[in-house]
């Protein structure tokens, strides 16, 4: 049995991750080596919900007697699945990392309905990645995990596209329930090639796959003939399509969800202009099988190599610059707002309309950048770079994979979605992405200069810190080294929450009240006896003094001479 003190922990990760609404909810990128500059794998995720509170998660390496049993709690609900068998030893786990540098991310892309229940199934997608990040030491173990239990225990979750992670390899895997009346799913895993860039947000993106090329793809026995025995296939195998088949695309798939995979890939590579009309929405289909023809590639090949923060900035996207961008429609308001409050459709004389779903949202829990780096000692090599709340407005601060200690600001109990704490980084990140909504154009700037700031610092400090921690490692240092990379990250995190307060309070000087403060030399002006000057007054846009006149007609219009 789990230790009752870790018990407590886990079942209060299971409770906060429980409340996620799962719908068009995570953004993943993959980043093989290749693709990377520095030759280490990347991953991203977005855990985007509006009930998810935002901290770090962490399990500590353990080991346990004979005949002892794993409790699984299902993510959505926390409801109890039943046990499976513990292993003698499990890995640590910060996050979403092992210490193996192994990382797993997942987006929920549901898929044919009746494959999304399966009676006594004890596996769910979330205890998939835990249990898996417990018990592998690469990405292809992580898979093999995976795939194993849900043959031997069931598959509890709809259909899930996992990114998968070590310091050689990034792996795709895409797995659906086999619905009532057979135990476990069918899955396919395709390994990302090299120099080349994936993502997947919510809609089932593996297709046709090589059949022959155990080296680059595994799959389930059954993944073909079980969609021939449903009536679902008839066609050659060759031609089959584990998305099209299982999680055929639709407009919703397109544009709530692929859109974000375009927007991604977007700001990396050039081609992508050519799969505008199927990102918003108009999906076209032909060939003996009726598929889509106008998909977009599984993978592409960026521009450049790619680093860390390259990474980072594919995270932070409202559709800028495209067909999607939604700081041009009116719907941005007067000061170029590119978010638009839930609900995600809405009806205006009996036709339905459709707010974006960018990458960038405002509910995000917590969001990461997983660096994997193969000429590092593990607890070294393995970066989980994490950030709270909207990835446009977060930083990513370095948390190390051999850590040993949770930073106070991420630290799971430290507030919740009920309960505000001053140390917590979820509601300090929250104070500045809420207060800088209400004049966008005009506050961003700040916040995205302390950003970068605080990133850049953190990039540049990251050879230093990684040489000192393989100096003290090669001298037989282990568990100094340990230590001085928990301090560290700690560190910087604390820091960095620290440093959010203060952009907090400096946002509500300087924009108080509709006004904005004058500055100069880096501090806000007084005048001769120490009062501030009368502040900017910028007011609305012409276009948005239009859009007024235009809708109360004279009513606000003046009558005689103005009058103060």
């Keep these: 049995m789990i230790k009752k003190v870790q018990r407590i922990v886990f079942l209060s990760l299971m409770a906060v991750v429980g409340g996620m609404q799962v719908s068009l909810a995570c953004t993943n990128f993959l980043i093989s080596k290749g693709a990377s500059i520095d030759g280490s794998t990347m991953i991203t995720y977005a855990a985007d919900s509006h009930t998810l509170y935002g901290e770090l998660y962490y399990q500590p390496a353990a080991d346990y007697p004979a005949g002892a049993l794993r409790d699984i709690y299902e993510w959505d609900t926390?409801?109890?699945?039943?046990?499976?068998?513990?292993?003698?030893?499990?890995?640590?786990?910060?996050?979403?990392?092992?210490?193996?540098?192994?990382a797993i991310g997942e987006t929920t892309f549901g898929g044919r309905e009746e494959l999304g229940k399966q009676s006594g199934a004890i596996m769910d997608y979330g205890s998939l990645i835990y249990v898996a990040l417990q018990r592998a030491k690469t990405a292809r173990e992580a898979i093999e995990v995976m795939t194993d239990l849900v043959e031997k225990y069931g598959y509890a979750s709809s259909g899930e596209s996992f990114s998968v992670s070590d310091p050689n390899e990034v792996w795709i895997l895409e797995m659906i329930g086999k619905g009532e009346g057979e135990k476990g799913a069918v899955w396919v895993a395709q390994r990302i090639p090299d120099g080349y860039i994936s993502g997947h947000a919510n809609q089932a993106r593996i297709t046709t796959f090589p059949m022959n090329d155990q080296a680059n793809c595994m799959f389930a026995k059954d993944v073909i003939s079980f969609a021939?025995?449903?009536?679902?296939?008839?066609?050659?195998?060759?031609?089959?399509?584990?998305?099209?088949?299982?999680?055929?695309?639709?407009?919703?798939?397109?544009r709530f969800s692929d859109a974000r995979v375009f927007a991604g890939f977007n700001k990396v590579y050039s081609g992508m202009k050519q799969y505008e009309e199927y990102v918003l929405g108009n999906v076209k289909?032909?060939?003996?099988?009726?598929?889509?023809?106008?998909?977009?590639?599984?993978?592409?090949?960026?521009?450049?190599?790619?680093?860390?923060?390259?990474?980072?900035?594919?995270?932070?996207?409202?559709?800028?610059?495209?067909?999607?961008?939604?700081?041009?429609?009116?719907?941005?308001?007067?000061?170029?707002?590119?978010?638009?409050?839930?609900?995600?459709?809405?009806?205006?004389?009996?036709?339905?309309?459709?707010?974006?779903?960018?990458?960038?949202?405002?509910?995000?829990?917590?969001?990461?950048?997983?660096?994997?780096?193969?000429?590092?000692?593990?607890?070294?090599?393995?970066?989980?770079?994490?950030?709270v709340d909207d990835?446009?407005?977060?930083?990513?601060?370095?948390?190390?994979?051999?850590?040993?200690?949770?930073?106070?600001?991420?630290?799971?109990?430290?507030?919740?979605?009920?309960?505000?704490?001053?140390?917590?980084?979820?509601?300090?990140?929250?104070?500045?992405?809420?207060?800088?909504?209400?004049?966008y154009d005009a506050m961003i700037p700040d916040v995205l200069k302390v950003q970068k700031s605080m990133e850049d610092k953190f990039v540049a400090y990251t050879p230093s810190v990684d040489m000192a921690a393989q100096s003290l490692w090669n001298s037989g240092k282990k568990a100094e080294t340990l230590q001085f990379l928990t301090d560290y990250s700690v560190n910087q995190a604390n820091g960095m929450t620290k440093e959010w307060k203060k952009?907090?309070?400096?946002?509500?000087?300087?924009?108080?009240?509709?006004?904005?403060?004058?500055?100069?030399?880096?501090?806000?002006?007084?005048?001769?006896?120490?009062?501030?000057?009368?502040?900017?007054?910028?007011?609305?846009?012409?276009?948005?003094?239009?859009?007024?006149?235009?809708?109360?007609?004279?009513?606000?219009?003046?009558?005689?001479?103005?009058?103060?």
């Design 285 to 387: 289909h032909g060939g003996e099988n009726k598929f889509p023809t106008n998909r977009m590639p599984l993978w592409v090949k960026p521009d450049k190599k790619l680093n860390v923060q390259d990474v980072m900035g594919m995270m932070r996207d409202h559709y800028e610059g495209t067909a999607l961008d939604m700081t041009k429609d009116v719907g941005a308001g007067p000061f170029k707002l590119p978010y638009r409050w839930r609900p995600l459709t809405f009806k205006v004389d009996s036709a339905n309309y459709v707010n974006e779903r960018a990458i960038s949202t405002q509910q995000t829990g917590f969001s990461f950048v997983t660096q994997s780096r193969s000429w590092l000692p593990n607890p070294i090599g393995g970066i989980l770079w994490f950030g």
């Design 228 to 254: 021939r025995e449903k009536g679902w296939f008839d066609g050659k195998n060759t031609e089959f399509s584990f998305s099209d088949v299982y999680a055929p695309v639709d407009f919703s798939g397109a």
């Design 391 to 439: 990835t446009y407005s977060t930083c990513y601060a370095p948390m190390y994979c051999g850590i040993t200690e949770i930073p106070e600001c991420f630290k799971v109990g430290n507030g919740d979605m009920l309960t505000y704490s001053e140390t917590s980084a979820f509601w300090i990140f929250n104070l500045v992405s809420n207060f800088a909504y209400l004049r």
């Design 78 to 102: 926390g409801k109890f699945l039943g046990r499976i068998p513990q292993l003698a030893h499990t890995f640590s786990v910060v996050g979403n990392m092992n210490e193996f540098q192994v």
């Design 503 to 564: 952009l907090s309070q400096y946002l509500i000087v300087k924009f108080i009240d509709g006004n904005i403060k004058k500055e100069k030399d880096g501090a806000f002006e007084r005048t001769e006896t120490g009062m501030p000057p009368s502040p900017d007054q910028p007011g609305y846009p012409e276009w948005w003094k239009k859009v007024i006149v235009d809708g109360t007609g004279d009513h606000l219009k003046m009558i005689g001479a103005p009058s103060h």
